[in-house]
């Protein structure tokens, strides 16, 4: 008698811890340090997945003995089926398998292994990276190419800086890259990841795609962006994989006569008179000379890449590395701290070894089930909201999480002279795919009057910038102004007044946080307000002393 029995283990409680963690978040992308419990549920997934091929591969071999052995009784019944019909055992036998036992045999065909694994799979899927995140992520890649002159090709065969794990990206991701950037009409893009996927392709990668698919969005988006030439190139290749492909052919058509068309032009303006030329010739030279000054962005993403603007050596002269004790505070009288300065104007100065191991692992493991992505304040209704140009999730940690805050706040107070407790709490920030935070400042300007309004502590006077990891590439703090480049050193922190002791917002703090190109950034900070600090930084009658 045929008889089966399995037991698909159910992982639904080993999954629940990594759900709970789940449950309340999204944006992944933004988040390196929350992206991570995606890794741990994948994995999770994967256990359950062979559990399930266990399970059928089970009951294969079960059909298969089953079939084998009737397959060996029917080839000996047959060969004389009077004479073995002739045993009553066999008939009794015969009767009893097509009445009982090929009944089993379909309920065990019909059996459904799948109920473990399709629950898991349900159970988690509610918490799974949206389009968004993907979406997102896609951009951030885009974002590190633009940032640090990527090429396609360095990004696809995992070439990048510091990398632990290498990783090859397929004809197939390209395409979604490429295809991502076409639906944010960005041709640009677009066509640097199609003519990946297409060398890839031309290179023997077996992929799903097909060369016409990927011309078809490469000759499109050259278009887009005027190289009709090009395009028509492209276009007499896809027609050559595809003779039939109509869109093709009215490309052709219309590609063609758009570059006659562009021809007759050319030679019209050739024949124009000289004088005319010269003058404008004088105009785009003049043109050329009024913009050597470079736009915010530029600076901003060449001192990321850390080129840019070099302090002189006079200046350099003046920087020095001392220990500290702010005017002898007793905490620090017998064990100073190791403070050195990284820029003269604005002063920012950054303090080594001031933060644990320790103390960093805590206020991670406190901070990570509280981060919500990140927001700004907006200048216009003074409320926090969220904004594309900041990519990382925050939290807020208070000393009613753990004294160890009261501890770090007080240690900031010590060091700075600063008074805290009108201060904001302690902001904990880890940073997502290609996470930044553009150019900023972090005071309220004269013309957003309700910036810190609700709080009722005037405005941010400094800003006290814990690094608690160090980054592989990229991350850099930049201040584009005036060319300062700050980079991350796990246990340090750096600090800068944003005002003058006049009040005055101090317009050179402007400030981004480079894109993280390799790496996992954390950071916390201290936003340092106005009220209270008037008898430990007295005002100044000079606007900009």
């Known amino acids: 008698m045929l008889s089966f029995r399995m037991e698909l283990p159910c992982l639904c409680l080993l999954l629940l811890n990594c759900l709970q963690s789940l449950s309340a978040h999204n944006d992944f992308y933004t988040s390196i340090g929350q992206m991570t419990d995606l890794l741990y549920t994948e994995k999770d997934l994967v256990t359950s997945l062979k559990d399930y091929i266990r399970a059928e591969e089970t009951k294969l071999e079960k059909i298969k003995e089953w079939a084998d052995k009737l397959e060996s009784l029917s080839a000996t019944a047959t060969l004389d089926p009077e004479a073995f019909l002739g045993h009553p055992v066999n008939a009794f036998k015969l009767m009893k398998r097509l009445n009982t036992e090929w009944g089993e045999l379909e309920s065990l065909v019909l059996s459904d292994t799948t109920d473990g694994f399709v629950s898991n799979l349900t159970i988690q899927r509610q918490y799974f990276p949206t389009d968004e995140d993907q979406t997102g992520a896609a951009k951030a890649l885009l974002r590190l190419q633009d940032t640090y002159r990527l090429t ?58 097909d060369k016409v698919t990927v011309l078809d969005y490469l000759s499109y988006s050259i278009y887009q962006q005027g190289e009709i030439d090009r395009a028509l190139d492209y276009t007499k290749q896809l027609l050559e994989l595809d003779p039939e492909h109509q869109r093709a052919k009215g490309n052709l058509k219309y590609f063609e006569f758009q570059l006659e068309k ?36 530029k600076k901003y993403e060449m001192l990321c890449r850390g080129e840019g603007i070099r302090m002189t050596p006079r200046r350099q002269s003046r920087l020095f590395c001392r220990y500290y004790d702010n005017h002898h505070n007793p905490k620090y009288v017998l064990s100073p701290v190791k403070q050195q300065d990284e820029w003269d104007r604005p002063y920012i100065v950054r303090y080594l070894d001031i933060l644990s191991e320790k103390e960093i692992e805590k206020v991670k493991q406190l901070a990570k089930p509280r981060l919500r992505r990140a927001t700004v304040h907006d200048p216009l209704t003074g409320k926090l909201t969220t904004a594309q140009y900041r990519v990382s999730k ?27 407790d009108t201060a904001e709490e302690l902001q904990v920030a880890n940073y997502g795919v290609g996470g930044q935070y553009e150019p900023h400042f972090d005071f309220g300007r004269k013309d957003e009057p309700d910036a810190f309004k ?29 060319g300062a480049a700050v980079w991350p050193k796990k246990g340090s922190a750096v600090f800068w007044y944003n005002l003058f002791p006049s009040g005055e ?41």
């Open 152 to 209: 396609a090709n360095t990004i696809a065969t995992g070439d990048l800086p510091g990398v632990k794990f290498k990783t090859f990206m397929t004809v197939e991701d390209c395409y979604e890259l490429g295809k991502i950037a076409y639906s944010d009409v960005d041709y640009y893009h677009t066509e640097l990841w199609m003519a990946q996927a297409l060398k890839q392709l031309e290179q023997g990668e077996e992929s799903t795609l």
């Open 262 to 297: 562009q021809k007759k032009a050319e030679e019209e303006e050739e024949g124009k008179d000289r004088g005319k030329r010269d003058t404008t010739e004088k105009k785009e030279k003049t043109k050329k000379v009024s913009n050597h000054l470079l736009p915010e962005r």
């Open 394 to 420: 925050s939290a807020w940690l208070t000393g009613y999480e753990d004294p160890m805050i009261d501890v770090i706040n007080q240690r900031i107070e010590d060091l700075t002279g600063l008074e805290m």
């Open 454 to 482: 609700e709080l009722g502590t005037g405005n941010r006077i400094a800003t006290w910038l814990f690094y608690m990891s160090d980054v592989a590439a990229g991350g850099a703090t930049v201040f584009p102004d005036v």
């Open 505 to 545: 917002g101090d317009y050179s703090t402007r400030h981004a946080a480079c894109p993280v190109l390799v790496g996992n950034k954390w950071v916390s900070n201290k936003w340092i307000h106005e009220r209270g600090q008037e008898w430990r930084r007295p005002c100044s009658l000079n606007e900009t002393d």
